[in-house]
C-alpha cells in the first residue's frame, strides 16, 4: 500500500462521489458538495480540496483557501491568510491522527489559519495549538473563530 499523506483532491465527480460517504454529506454547514461542484471545471483546475486515501478509499478531507490581504481582519501583519474549513475524518478512521495530518499538512504553508469549530470540536483545535480569536460581532456574524499563528504573526485587534 502507498504511504499515508495528504493530498490535493481533484475536482470531478469521482471525487462528488466519494464525499457522500461523510457523516456531514447533506449537513449544509460541513458539506463540500456545493463548493465542489462550483469548481468542477477540468481535472487540472486548482483545488481548494485535500484528503487522505487509505488504500483507494477517501478517508479524511477538508478544504484550504488562501485569503488575499486585503480581507484579512484576524492577523497582524495583515499579509494572506489560509482558511480551513470543514476538516472531517471517517468515523472508522477517527482518533488515529488523520485529522492532525491535515491540520499538520495546512501549517506547513506557514500562513496564519483560521478556522470556524465545529460543536464539541475545540479540543481537537486546542491541541493542535489554535486559541480562539476576539470576537466581532460584525466580522464574524455569529461564528467564533479560531487561529493559529506562525511565529511572528499577532492577532488583529477586534474594532
Not at 493530498?7 to 464525499?19: A, D, I, S
Not at 460541513?30 to 468542477?40: A, H, V, Y
Given at each position: 500500500m502507498d504511504a499515508i499523506k495528504v493530498?490535493?483532491?481533484?475536482?470531478?465527480?469521482?471525487?462528488?462521489?466519494?464525499?457522500k460517504r461523510f457523516k456531514e454529506y447533506g449537513n449544509q454547514e460541513?458539506?463540500?458538495?456545493?463548493?465542489?461542484?462550483?469548481?468542477?471545471i477540468e481535472n487540472n483546475s486548482?483545488?481548494?480540496?485535500?484528503?487522505?486515501?487509505?488504500?483507494?478509499?477517501?478517508?479524511?478531507?477538508?478544504?484550504?483557501?488562501?485569503?488575499?490581504?486585503?480581507?484579512?481582519?484576524?492577523?497582524?501583519p495583515r499579509d494572506e491568510y489560509l482558511e480551513?474549513?470543514?476538516?472531517?475524518?471517517?468515523?472508522?478512521?477517527?482518533?488515529?491522527?488523520?485529522?492532525?495530518?491535515?491540520?499538520?499538512?495546512?501549517?506547513?504553508?506557514?500562513?496564519?489559519?483560521?478556522?470556524?469549530?465545529r460543536v464539541n470540536s475545540h479540543g481537537f483545535w486546542e491541541r493542535m495549538g489554535f486559541d480562539k480569536l476576539s470576537y466581532d460581532m460584525e466580522r464574524d456574524l455569529g461564528e467564533n473563530p479560531l487561529g493559529w499563528r506562525p511565529t511572528g504573526v499577532e492577532e488583529q485587534n477586534a474594532s
Open positions: 493530498q490535493p483532491l481533484v475536482v470531478n465527480y469521482k471525487t462528488l462521489e466519494e464525499f460541513l458539506s463540500m458538495l456545493e463548493d465542489l461542484q462550483n469548481n468542477i486548482t483545488s481548494p480540496f485535500f484528503g487522505i486515501y487509505y488504500g483507494s478509499a477517501l478517508i479524511a478531507r477538508m478544504s484550504l483557501y488562501k485569503v488575499p490581504s486585503k480581507y484579512n481582519y484576524y492577523f497582524e480551513l474549513w470543514k476538516l472531517e475524518v471517517l468515523p472508522d478512521y477517527q482518533k488515529q491522527g488523520y485529522g492532525e495530518m491535515l491540520v499538520e499538512f495546512a501549517k506547513g504553508y506557514r500562513l496564519p489559519i483560521k478556522t470556524n469549530p
